[in-house]
């Protein structure tokens, strides 16, 4: 055979093939030996809605205590820095007191800045009394509170005292933190330790919030500095 013979027996092999495959009458490409099966198998699948999949458990286990809301404590504190509001690393920090006046040594008089020593308390710390030490020469001057979130839940209002023993109140008789978003101010009717005592300068907050299930609120401790012997 000629290769021009043997070119034109291969074009007609080719013709041959393309003919074969023709669209089938609905417009759908021909199948392979053994696809039909796959199809007819696949639709005779009815179709089926997924089962509903209940939402992930949000309660905690048995044994483990459910994490407190954010912005909250979560656990009794064992330090007063962990109730103190934090204001943030912008702050401008003095170790001596804030001074306004005349010159020094003129006839006008200097008075001192008053101080604010601001705690966040709220319902999960239960009942804390921890020490506060002021700086040296501090008067303590008034209480004030805050609520943000009603205390509820509990007998009894959640309360603050101040005292100069652990769970006392001899600076101020525990006080209600009151309703919602009123600002109640107290003055104290007591004194911080003084330079001669054992703890000078040093006081107690005591908070009590025993039984409530919510609440969150402010406590500010107002304060100045007084004579000059300040460190």
């Known amino acids: 055979m000629s290769k021009k013979e043997a070119g034109a027996t291969i074009l007609n092999a080719d ?3 393309h003919k074969s495959a023709k669209p089938t009458s609905s417009g759908a490409p021909p199948h392979h030996a053994g696809q039909e099966g796959q199809v007819e198998r696949s639709q005779a699948i009815p179709d ?5 999949i209940p939402p992930p458990e949000t309660q ?3 044994g483990v205590q459910a994490a407190p809301p954010r912005g909250y404590l979560g656990f009794v504190p064992t330090n007063i820095n962990q ?3 934090n204001l943030g690393p912008k702050a401008t920090h003095f170790t001596g007191a804030v001074v306004s006046g005349g010159v020094p040594g003129s006839v006008f008089c200097d008075g001192s800045a008053l101080c604010c020593l601001l705690l966040q308390v709220d319902y999960t710390m239960g009942t804390f009394s921890l020490p506060v030490v002021f700086p040296q020469a501090s008067i303590l001057l008034w209480c ?3 609520v943000l979130v009603p205390f509820a ?11 100069r023993t652990l769970s006392g109140s001899e ?6 933190m009151g309703a919602l978003y009123a600002l ?3 003055p104290v009717t007591g004194t911080l330790g003084l330079p001669t005592d054992a703890n000078p300068y040093q006081c107690y907050v005591t908070f009590n919030s025993e039984g409530n299930t919510s609440g969150q609120g402010f406590v500010v401790l107002m304060y100045a500095r007084s004579w000059a012997t300040w460190n």
């Open 171 to 176: 600076i101020l008789a525990a006080q209600d």
């Open 15 to 17: 013709v041959e093939v």
């Open 60 to 62: 905690a286990p048995p």
């Open 144 to 146: 004030a509170t805050m």
């Open 48 to 52: 089926r809605d997924l089962p509903d």
């Open 83 to 85: 109730v103190l509001a």
């Open 153 to 163: 839940g509990g007998a009894d209002d959640a309360t603050v005292a101040l005292g």
């Open 184 to 186: 109640t101010v107290e």
